[in-house]
């Protein structure tokens, strides 16, 4: 999206909500269903962490969600392949 197209879609809508899920936390399955519901509840933005082994820069919260969705067997290939289906 180009900086002009998204001060236009900010414009456009006065109020946003932003949502941030780390894809596969705590399944792939609910991961979707997740990202879903913050659509049609009216999410403008979402931001999805894909898992990796390290996430030291991120908080205690984001770093458990991280660690759960490695558990579950999430790769970078599943959590892409989530995206094309969200």
Known sequence: MSLSNLRAAFDAT??????????????????????????????????LGLPFSDPCGDGPAIQRA??????????TEAATRLLSEI
């Open 14 to 47: 006065p109020h946003h909500l932003a949502a941030f899920f780390v894809l596969g936390d705590p399944d792939l399955e609910t991961s979707l269903a997740l990202a879903k519901a913050a659509i049609d509840a009216g999410c403008t933005q979402l931001e």
């Open 66 to 75: 991280q660690s759960r969705a490695l558990a579950a067997g999430v790769s």
